[in-house]
């Protein structure tokens, strides 16, 4: 029995070492693709940014092609479990509005992964178009449903549920796609978690209001927005 729980207590510590070494990779990996993008990365880069040796980073990813596909492959996950929130919600406020909570964090936990997909995207998909014709379409056209029943139970207006879903992609990720271009124009060196949280106000309040769904919490955004002035 006592060496039964020696060899079980030593299978579970490697398995956590192996863990926590994939997941130190797969960050240094999200911070190297997404600034050199996968041709210019390589994966003497990645070990150098993990602070481990090459050989460590072959042996949990034999190849860069298989270490790229693994870190798309993790914000796209990312993504789908933030849009069960469609699933749960009581109807459009909650739900879109949780959607819009749920991706703006995920902006900023998760900037450079979100970087990298966009990276991918834009260069056709070359990695993940099996992801963008499978999970991805699946997972939209279930969204439209939702969408679609709402419509038809006059719980919001009557717009095309599929570009609400790309504008609710393309308004939360610009915010990590682009953090760039937002901190240079707001005149500081990235938002903080406070501003983060009025622009997830402030999108709630344009894109709602903009479906004609009738809100019951109060918007406060205006006051949240004036950390977001160019500073002086």
Same mark, same amino acid.
Not at 116 to 140: C, F, K, N, R
Not at 156 to 174: F, S
């Given at each position: ?19 926590e ?29 993990a ?11 034999p ?6 596909? $693994? #870190?798309?492959?993790? +914000?796209?996950?990312?993504? =789908? ?7 749960? %919600? @009581? ?10 909570d749920?991706?703006m ?50 719980r ?19 915010y990590?796609?682009?953090?760039? $271009? #937002?901190?240079?124009? +707001?005149?500081?060196?990235? =938002? ?7 622009? %997830? @106000? ?31």
């Open positions: 029995m006592a060496e039964t729980t020696a060899t079980s207590t030593k299978a579970t510590s490697k398995k956590m070492r192996r863990q070494a994939e997941a130190l990779i797969l960050s240094a990996a999200e911070k190297v693709f997404a600034e050199a993008g996968f041709g210019g990365a390589t994966m003497q880069l990645i070990a150098d940014v602070g481990l040796p090459k050989a460590n980073l072959h042996y949990y990813f190849t860069k092609e298989l270490l790229y596909r $693994q #870190v798309v492959q993790k +914000i796209f996950q990312i993504w =789908l479990q933030a849009a069960d929130i469609f699933d749960q %919600a @009581d109807g459009p406020e909650e739900g879109i509005g949780a959607y819009i749920a991706k964090e995920i902006s900023r936990r998760h900037a450079d992964g979100s970087k990298v997909w966009a990276s991918e995207v834009m260069h056709g998909a070359p990695v993940i178009q099996d992801y963008l014709e499978t999970t991805l379409t699946d997972w939209t056209n279930g969204r439209i449903e939702v969408i679609e029943r709402w419509i038809a139970e006059g919001m207006a009557p717009i095309d549920p599929r570009h609400l879903l790309y504008m609710l992609w393309a308004t939360t990720q610009h990590a796609d682009f953090s760039v $271009q #937002v901190s240079t124009v +707001i005149g500081k060196p990235r =938002l903080s978690d406070e501003e983060f949280e009025a622009v %997830a @106000d402030n999108l709630r309040h344009i894109i709602l209001k903009g479906c004609g769904i009738e809100t019951q919490t109060q918007y406060l955004g205006q006051n949240k927005s004036n950390d977001l002035n160019p500073a002086e």
